[in-house]
């Protein structure tokens, strides 16, 4: 039987999702459905938040969609901000987490004096079609050298724990998602991964100034922060995503 089609799949689906694809002799490794957030316990305000330092990163630069720079610094020294880095722009949990943060309203930050600012690691020409696909209507820019994720100590490669929880964020099985993500790099202008595969990302909530207030990195696509979480943090109002962009109160 001749597997070579269902092994480039597998393969390809595998290096979208930062996985090294491991085969049976002779046949195609299973992938299982996931669709939960692994985590040792839902990600809280981290005390290692108070000891990052925003110094080294305050002057790199990160691009927007026109390929215009600005330093990293400019997005929260004004107003507080929540910061969220994307693995990559194929990830399918990157993708659907992305979706829920677009029905957070305008309004909504802005009454707070709150600045909610997406960042990847692909180039700046991946930005647009990003945004098509998920809806995503708020600020958003590329460190496609990764500078910050580097200086910030980001997570390169995956670490699981032995207690899941379901995320509120992620609606594909692992099977779907990763095909998805496949289809969507072989069929983009440029067939490449927009990112690193293997670079997890993680949230800030940071402003005015230098003041952190809140650190969470990931350990794997999944651990990410409820987007919830993250507002209530800021001082915002949670999110009925069920139903969109209805507000609720807590």
Same mark, same amino acid.
């Given at each position: 039987?001749?597997?070579? @089609?269902?092994?480039?799949?597998?393969?390809?689906?595998?290096?979208?999702?930062?996985?090294?694809?491991?085969?049976?002799?002779?046949?195609?490794?299973?992938?299982?459905?996931?669709? %939960?957030?692994?985590?040792?316990?839902?990600? %809280?305000?981290?005390?290692?938040?108070?000891?990052?330092?925003?110094?080294?990163?305050?002057?790199? $630069?990160?691009?927007?969609?026109?390929?215009?720079?600005?330093?990293?610094?400019? $997005?929260?020294?004004?107003?507080?901000?929540?910061?969220?880095? +994307?693995?990559? =722009?194929?990830?399918?949990?990157?993708?659907?987490? +992305?979706?829920? @943060?677009?029905?957070?309203? %305008?309004?909504? @930050?802005?009454?707070?004096?709150?600045?909610?600012?997406? /960042?990847?690691?692909?180039?700046?020409?991946?930005?647009?079609?990003?945004?098509?696909?998920?809806?995503?209507?708020?600020?958003?820019?590329?460190?496609?050298?990764?500078? /910050?994720?580097?200086?910030?100590?980001?997570?390169?490669?995956?670490? =699981? #724990?032995?207690?899941?929880? %379901?995320?509120?964020?992620?609606?594909?099985?692992?099977?779907?998602?990763?095909?998805?993500?496949?289809?969507?790099?072989?069929?983009?202008?440029? =067939?490449?991964?927009?990112?690193?595969?293997?670079?997890?990302?993680?949230?800030?909530?940071?402003?005015?100034?230098?003041?952190?207030?809140?650190?969470? =990195?990931? #350990?794997?696509?999944?651990?990410?922060?409820?987007?919830?979480? @993250?507002?209530?943090?800021?001082?915002?109002?949670? /999110?009925?995503?069920?139903?969109?962009?209805? #507000?609720?109160?807590?």
């Amino acid at each position: 039987m001749d597997y070579s @089609l269902d092994l480039y799949t597998y393969r390809v689906s595998c290096m979208a999702l930062g996985k090294i694809p491991d085969f049976p002799h002779g046949a195609m490794a299973a992938v299982l459905p996931v669709t %939960q957030q692994i985590s040792s316990s839902p990600p %809280q305000p981290s005390p290692a938040g108070a000891d990052l330092c925003l110094s080294d990163v305050e002057e790199c $630069l990160v691009f927007n969609q026109h390929g215009a720079s600005t330093a990293f610094r400019s $997005l929260y020294e004004s107003s507080r901000a929540i910061i969220v880095f +994307v693995r990559n =722009f194929l990830c399918y949990v990157c993708k659907e987490y +992305v979706e829920d @943060l677009s029905k957070i309203p %305008q309004e909504a @930050l802005k009454d707070s004096g709150v600045r909610l600012v997406v /960042i990847g690691q692909s180039s700046f020409s991946h930005i647009e079609a990003f945004c098509s696909l998920t809806g995503y209507q708020h600020e958003i820019y590329v460190d496609p050298e990764r500078h /910050i994720y580097k200086k910030l100590g980001m997570r390169r490669g995956e670490a =699981f #724990m032995e207690t899941a929880s %379901q995320s509120p964020h992620v609606k594909s099985s692992m099977l779907v998602g990763s095909l998805r993500s496949m289809w969507r790099a072989m069929t983009s202008p440029a =067939f490449d991964f927009q990112g690193d595969p293997l670079q997890q990302g993680g949230a800030i909530i940071v402003g005015p100034g230098s003041d952190i207030h809140f650190a969470h =990195f990931d #350990m794997n696509r999944f651990d990410h922060v409820p987007i919830n979480q @993250l507002l209530q943090l800021a001082g915002m109002q949670a /999110i009925d995503f069920n139903r969109h962009t209805k #507000m609720i109160d807590i």
